[in-house]
């Protein structure tokens, strides 16, 4: 039978080795809470009470990014984004975004490409390697290569989670972000609207070239498909209106010269992509529509 003494050590011992750390770990959290972030210290709460789902977008998981991009998608289609429905050119771009994904420096996501039916020269990526190509941006591309780059580039978009960083940013700008993270909803909503009107910082455009040309080159594509399409679009925005995929990205001529500057460096002799006859024939289908 145990003694009282026996007793008294275990019950001191269990307070010394559990209960008292717990405390000094919940003192420690909310000390930093309230000298941290004191105007939002205790925003978490009610988040919390009600329910709401919230997200740390410094560290969000692939996962999460994920879904937040699918639930971009479902927002983006409910709207003004109607796909082209063509099984063949869908397949097509597919097929292209998938060699370069496995070439990237994320490819472990899963990605989706969907081609936009719409005149317009643009493509975009969002959350979790959602991928959009716009059916005017495949009429003007003059081979595989080309069209290959723009693609590759979006795809280096979500390889530096820019998107995520423009949202961080404009939700500190906006008072949104809490000391819990950002209402779930409200993200979705933020980047909705980022992918739809606001153009990539310079920075991020660079970035995006030089992840793009690595995946690109890795994939065996041509590299002077990347320059041909953007020198064709740049010179043919002189005589026309600019082409939305110059217009939301800026300092297009200092982006050739730096990519320029890149390929002299890492040469390769592929000119894998540059059949332009082979590509009006993939795209035979929307070239008649």
């Not at 994939?219 to 498909?225: H, I, L, N, V």
Request: hydrophobic share 40%.
């Amino acid at each position: 039978m145990m003694n009282r003494k026996s007793l008294s050590f275990n019950y001191n011992f269990f307070w010394r080795r559990y209960f008292y750390p717990l405390i000094s770990v919940l003192v420690a959290l909310s000390i930093c809470l309230s000298t941290a972030l004191p105007s939002q210290a205790l925003d978490w709460l009610p988040l919390l009470l009600r329910g709401v789902q919230v997200l740390q977008l410094s560290n969000i998981s692939d996962r999460q990014e994920a879904d937040i991009g699918k639930q971009i998608n479902q927002e983006l289609l409910s709207g003004d984004v109607r796909l082209y429905r063509d099984f063949e050119i869908n397949r097509y771009v597919e097929q292209i975004g998938r060699r370069l994904a496995a070439n990237s420096d994320r490819p472990n996501l899963k990605y989706t490409f969907q081609v936009v039916d719409s005149d317009s020269i643009n493509a975009f990526a969002t959350l979790g390697g959602y991928v959009y190509i716009h059916t005017g941006l495949l009429k003007a591309a003059a081979n595989e290569a080309e069209l290959a780059s723009v693609v590759a580039h979006e795809i280096g978009h979500i390889g530096g989670k820019h998107l995520i960083k423009q949202m961080r940013q404009k939700a500190i700008d906006e008072g949104l972000l809490t000391a819990a993270g950002l209402d779930r909803s409200t993200a979705v909503q933020l980047g909705v609207q980022l992918a739809r009107n606001l153009p990539r910082s310079r920075q991020m455009e660079f970035d995006a070239d030089q992840r793009g040309l690595k995946t690109f080159s890795r994939t065996g594509y041509a590299q002077s498909g990347m320059i041909s399409f953007m020198q064709k679009l740049l010179s043919s925005s002189s005589q026309r209106s600019v082409p939305t995929f110059l217009s939301t990205h800026p300092a297009t001529s200092d982006r050739i010269a730096v990519l320029k500057r890149t390929m002299n460096n890492q040469p390769t002799n592929s000119n894998d992509g540059l059949d332009s006859t082979a590509y009006q024939a993939s795209i035979r289908a929307l070239l008649k529509s």
